[in-house]
T-cell receptor
Framework: GNSVTQMEGPVTLSEEAFLTINCTYT??????LFWYVQYPGEGLQLLLKATKADDKGSNKGFEATYRKETTSFHLEKGSVQVSDSAVYFCALEGGSEKLVFGKGTKLTVNP | DADVTQTPRNRITKTGKRIMLECSQTKGHDRMYWYRQDPGLGLRLIYY???????NKGEISDGYSVSRQAQAKFSLSLESAIPNQTALYFC??????????????FGDGTRLSIL
């Protein structure tokens, strides 16, 4: 079945540091890939998505590129801020209109 | 006002009690979902509904039931609550629309504790 594996946290960075959160997936066919973010006390919000190979999703300075050859969708940001502190979830949708989530990675950014 | 509203936001109850969690949405979406979130496990799908007459089991439906009372309302019930159902529960919606892979929109969650 479809599955998502993402880097275990927690991740702690200083403000303006570079962020990478790794995500790899297993799926048949050509899934769509998503990153969701969960701020404290809130539900998940879509951060970015990519629907086909080599697509790059981007939003709020975050980027992720759909790499079919490595089955990966790593999240990156060049300079994190304190306000980026949250839990980040990688997810895929494999044609069933249902999302499969990774376990989440907690990011803390210190001033 | 929130587009996806969950009530209650917090609930503490005892083993064996029947619990209902409610979700309503003003987004006009046809698809609704219930998930539970546990530390270190991410989100797992309990039930989903693609329209009012369509109800489907998700990954972990045992011990739960749902009702889609209207397009805008989707409730989750625990018939006889047990402590390992203590978790954070999320409702989500999405629009089938004209494009596939529409994102899901989440409520703020219900924190349920079963003693």
């Amino acid at each position: 079945g479809n599955s998502v594996t993402q880097m275990e946290g927690p991740v702690t960075l200083s403000e303006e540091a570079f962020l990478t959160i790794n995500c790899t997936y297993t799926a048949t066919g050509y899934p769509s890939l998503f990153w969701y973010v969960q701020y404290p006390g809130e539900g998940l919000q879509l951060l970015l998505k990519a629907t086909k190979a080599d697509d790059k999703g981007s939003n709020k300075g975050f980027e992720a590129t759909y790499r079919k050859e490595t089955t990966s969708f790593h999240l990156e940001k060049g300079s994190v801020q304190v306000s980026d502190s949250a839990v980040y979830f990688c997810a895929l949708e494999g044609g069933s209109e249902k999302l499969v989530f990774g376990k989440g990675t907690k990011l803390t950014v210190n001033p | 006002d929130a587009d996806v509203t969950q009530t209650p936001r917090n609930r503490i109850t005892k083993t064996g009690k029947r619990i209902m969690l409610e979700c309503s949405q003003t987004k006009g979406h046809d698809r609704m979902y219930w998930y539970r979130q546990d530390p270190g496990l991410g989100l797992r799908l309990i039930y989903y509904s693609f329209d009012v007459k369509d109800i489907n089991k998700g990954e972990i439906s045992d011990g739960y039931s749902v009702s889609r009372q209207a397009q805008a309302k989707f409730s989750l019930s625990l018939e006889s609550a047990i402590p390992n159902q203590t978790a954070l529960y999320f409702c989500a919606t999405s629009d089938s629309g004209t494009k596939s892979n529409q994102p899901q929109h989440f409520g703020d969650g219900t924190r349920l504790s079963i003693l």
